[in-house]
Structures are given as C-alpha cells and as structure tokens.
C-alpha cells in the first residue's frame, strides 16, 4: 500500500470511548519502548504524529491514526513496562486486552518485538493470548539496525517457531527504513 495522507483522529482512556466509525483496523502493539509510536512514523512518513519517547510508558492511550481515508492505525498503550504502578499495569492490561478481546474491526494486530530480545516471556503471553482469541497477527521485529550479524542469526532462530502462525515476520527500522515497504505490502490486504 502506498500511504498518501495519515491524520492524528482521537485519543481515548476507556473501551466506552472508541469510535464508532466502523474502518478496519490495524492495530500495533507490543512492550513499551519497543518502537511503536517510531514505527508509526516511519511507516507513514510523518515524524510527529505519534509521540516517541526514550522513557518507557509514553502511550497510555488508544491513539487513532486514519490512514488513505479508509483505515484506522492504532496505537495501544505498551505492556510490561516494570516501573509503573500495580494499579496503572492492571489498568493498562485491561484497556489493552479488552480492546484485543472486543473490538470487532480489527483487521490485523501488528505485533512489534525488540529484535535484540526474541526471547521476552511478555511477548510470549501476547502471542498465545492472540492466538487464543483466534486473532491474526503479523510480527515486526524492531531496532533491527542494533543487531550485529551473530545476533541477527540468533534471532532469527529464535523466530522460526512462529512464522507459521504468524501472517508474517519483517525486520524493521524505523532509523535507516528498512522493512518499510516490505511491511507496507504485507498491510495492503488489511485495509479494506
Ligand atoms: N536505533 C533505533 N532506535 C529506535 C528504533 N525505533 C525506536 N527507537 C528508539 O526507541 C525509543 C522508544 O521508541 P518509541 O517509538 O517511543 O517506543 P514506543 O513503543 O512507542 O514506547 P511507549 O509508547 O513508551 O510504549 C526511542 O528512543 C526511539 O528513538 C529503531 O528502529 N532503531
Ligand atoms: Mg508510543
């Protein structure tokens, strides 16, 4: 897909606050810090739309992107991030798996892993709750330009027990760009 116009839509704090337009969704999620809201950017080609930040826990919201007109981006709040509050994190859990669980649009769940850690139990538990709740998903593999080769393979490896349930599995950086194009097809088909 090519991306001719992305706009900022709405926030939101609670599932009683989502848009009732009725686009289909491609939905981004993964650890806070993973690279989200840089991803977002880099995909749509606007540096300021969605907030980045070097400190974790930056997005708490729902934040909604239309994209083209015809389709929603949306950015979910990050899970795992330790220095929050028990309270906050159950919070978040909530808005974040209650969204999964309900929202019946979504067309696609990009879910973004830090490529330098595969291995993250939190990541785990999203995949197993996606598939549980019988949602597709897609993984980025983001930071990729941080890897040296030897941790390129490893990775690698450590991916290779998801690629059949995954939709798809692109390297991505949302410095150099790489993975950009590769991941704009693989959304081409989720946007209507
Ligand atoms: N080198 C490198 N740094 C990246 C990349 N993507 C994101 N970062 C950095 O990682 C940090 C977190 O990026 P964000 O995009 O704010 O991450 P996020 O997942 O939206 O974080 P939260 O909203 O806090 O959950 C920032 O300092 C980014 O500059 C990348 O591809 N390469
Ligand atoms: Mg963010």
């Not at 809201?37 to 729902?62: D, F, M, R, V, Y």
């Not at 906050?88 to 798996?97: D, I, N, P, R």
Request: hydrophobic share 35%; net charge positive; proline share 3%.
């Amino acid at each position: 897909m090519k991306i001719r116009n992305a706009r900022f839509y709405k926030s939101v704090s609670a599932l009683n606050q989502l848009p009732e337009e009725t686009l289909p969704e491609i939905v981004f999620v993964g650890r806070s810090n993973v690279g989200k809201s840089s991803l977002l950017n880099s995909l749509t080609g606007k540096k300021g739309l969605a907030k980045t930040s070097a400190t974790p826990g930056k997005t708490q919201l729902i934040n909604y992107f239309v994209i083209n007109d015809t389709c929603f981006f949306v950015d979910l709040p990050g899970y795992g991030y330790a220095k929050v509050s028990k309270v906050q994190k159950h919070e978040w859990g909530k808005l974040l798996g209650g969204y999964i669980r309900i929202r019946d649009r979504i067309s696609l769940i990009v879910l973004l892993v830090d490529s330098r850690h595969p291995e993250m139990t939190s990541d785990h538990e999203m995949m197993a709750f996606l598939e549980y709740y019988g949602r597709p998903y897609g993984i980025v593999l983001t930071k990729y330009d941080k890897l040296k080769q030897k941790e390129k393979a490893k990775t690698e490896r450590a991916m290779k027990k998801y690629s059949c349930k995954s939709k798809f599995i692109v390297n991505y950086s949302a410095l150099s760009g790489q993975g950009k194009e590769e991941l704009l097809e693989k959304l081409a088909s989720y946007t209507s």
